[in-house]
């Protein structure tokens, strides 16, 4: 279970804190009693890095499904056209997702 210590205890602390990361303790960093960030083991942040690029490529994947899919579908639209409302479809999940981080990291 990861510990939380605060800003002051990580600066006067930070070598018993890297040593919980490297052991696989996560540390969660509170600034004025709201957690701001974590410090892991480099390990784990390679998993988290490929896990990301796992789950990024997974939704272009299913993105690029669903192009063929609209431009397969919409016989009476030329493809640059059922492309152009394909690509505005992506790109309009795209900003829901980013405006939802965004909002995430601002209430957090």
Do not use: H
């Amino acid at each position: 279970m990861a510990k939380t210590v605060t800003a002051t205890e990580a600066k006067n602390k930070l070598g018993q804190i890297l040593d919980m990361a490297i052991r696989d303790q996560p540390v969660i960093i509170s600034n004025y009693g709201r957690p701001s960030s974590v410090v892991i083991s480099y390990d784990e942040y390679e998993e988290y890095k490929s896990y990301r690029k796992d789950k990024n490529k997974t939704l272009w994947e299913k993105l690029e499904k669903l192009r063929k899919k609209a431009v397969a579908k919409n016989t009476d639209l030329t493809e640059e056209e059922a492309n152009k409302i394909a690509m505005r479809a992506r790109d309009e999940i795209l900003d829901s997702i980013v405006k939802r981080k965004k909002d995430k990291f601002v209430k957090s």
